[in-house]
């Protein structure tokens, strides 16, 4: 999420250091955000999503748009 708390539909490297550097993004978050960053490197990109309804799941695997593409 971003500071005004919607879902950043794609996250790059570039955007993801400015919010880190913010504060934005922090604490545990940021190590996923890492992670992700460091998989979309040899993936292509990675999905983060909530889990809270799982649902989501069933979204993505189907190709739809359900929180945030990471990518390199």
Request: no cysteine.
């Amino acid at each position: 999420m971003g500071a005004d708390k919607q879902v950043i539909p794609e996250l790059n490297t570039q955007l993801a250091d400015k919010l880190i550097a913010e504060d934005v993004i922090q604490d545990g978050m940021a190590v996923k955000v890492k992670a992700a960053l460091q998989a979309a490197d040899e993936l292509g990109y990675v999905m983060l999503a909530s889990w809270k309804n799982p649902e989501n799941l069933v979204s993505l695997l189907a190709g739809k748009a359900v929180g945030t593409k990471v990518i390199k």
